[in-house]
Nanobody, 115 residues
Framework: QVQVAESGGGLVQHGGSLRLSCAYS????????MAWYRQAPGKQRELVAV???????NSAVSVKGRFTISRDVAREMVYLQMNNLKPEDTSRYSC?????????WGLGTQVAVSS
């Protein structure tokens, strides 16, 4: 069964850093475009960053210059390095994978940034 699972969330102070990890299990990881989304209570889900099968990346304006998405094909992992965290980054972060008609979602990991 193909699935993804996130880890690495936690509580951090304003200006701190965290690295989120997304572990992929199954086959055909190289075919998936992978992304991180976040959703805070009462707010819509927001695309944070995306990385394509060839390593092209893009990120939301709100996190540009602070967050970096990467993937390790050999380990079948996707990472989100988050630096200079702000209280408004507090949210539940979820890993997403898309390939053809298949879409994967993890359960998410909570990130809280104190002011």
């Amino acid at each position: 069964q193909v699935q993804v699972a996130e880890s690495g969330g936690g509580l951090v102070q304003h200006g701190g850093s965290l690295r989120l990890s997304c572990a992929y299990s199954g086959s055909a990881f190289v075919h998936y475009t992978m992304a991180w989304y976040r959703q805070a209570p009462g707010k819509q889900r927001e695309l944070v960053a995306v990385i394509t099968t060839i390593g092209t990346t893009n990120s939301a304006v709100s996190v540009k210059g602070r967050f970096t998405i990467s993937r390790d094909v050999a380990r079948e992992m996707v990472y989100l390095q988050m630096n200079n965290l702000k209280p408004e980054d507090t949210s539940r972060y979820s890993c997403n994978g898309r390939w053809s008609n298949t879409e994967l979602w993890g359960l998410g990991t909570q990130v809280a940034v104190s002011s």
